[in-house]
């Protein structure tokens, strides 16, 4: 009777064995399938992270050009006043240049009054040839630059246009010019006569 129910019992244990080895392998496939399905996930999850901080990336370009172009839209107006500037400037490159040339060669003898006496004849002349030339054409400032001038200033020269005029036809010109030294006066009596002109 024992026996019989070991006989029984060993049975059954041998079935559930059997089943115990198909759940297994069972669980084994469905844990491998799990496996290849959570590498997959990973690499979805990877490659969302990557999505998103080229996103990111590409936002902070796009609102640093937005920024870029908003502040460079209100330099539009000033470049393109520039641009017709420099254009209108390159026209009249060439009687600009001539008056400054006639300035440093024939202007050294005279004084203000008749410099700027034969400036008006030099534009004149340049009108009736048609060569355009700066309406509002300064020579000392096209000739010299405003620190050259204040170092001039501090060595002794006086402030006068005169004085700054023959300084710039000493230091450009390519002569020995012939100037006038407005500091120069002779006195007789009372009487001031005009600058003297002398050679330097």
């Known amino acids: 009777m024992v026996q019989a129910n070991l006989a029984v019992q060993q049975n059954r244990l041998a079935i559930a064995n059997v089943d115990l080895q198909k759940a297994q392998a069972e669980l084994d496939a469905k ?68 008056l400054a040339t006639a300035f440093l060669s024939y202007s050294g003898p005279f004084n203000q009054e008749f410099r700027n006496l034969l400036q008006n004849d030099w534009q004149r002349e340049l009108k ?5 030339f700066g309406n509002n054409l300064n020579l000392t400032e ?35 010019p012939l100037l006038i030294d407005p500091r120069r006066r002779e006195k007789s009596g009372s009487r001031t006569k005009k600058p003297g002109m002398t050679c330097r």
């Not at 209100?74 to 240049?97: H, I, M, N, P, Y």
């Not at 009736?128 to 355009?132: D, L």
């Open 31 to 98: 844990q491998a399938e799990l496996d290849v399905v959570q590498a997959e996930y990973e690499k979805a999850m990877m490659e969302k992270q990557t999505l998103l901080e080229d996103a990111e990336r590409c936002r902070h370009k796009m609102q640093t050009a937005s920024s870029l172009i908003s502040g460079l839209a209100g330099e539009k107006e000033r470049w393109t006043e520039q641009s017709k500037e420099f254009a209108a400037l390159t026209k009249r490159l060439v009687g600009d240049v001539l």
């Open 128 to 132: 009736q040839r048609h060569i355009p």
């Open 142 to 176: 096209l000739l010299i630059d405003a620190p050259t001038v204040s170092e001039w200033n501090l060595q002794g020269l006086p402030n006068d246009d005169l004085s700054i005029q023959n300084g710039i036809i000493i230091t450009k010109a390519a002569r020995f």
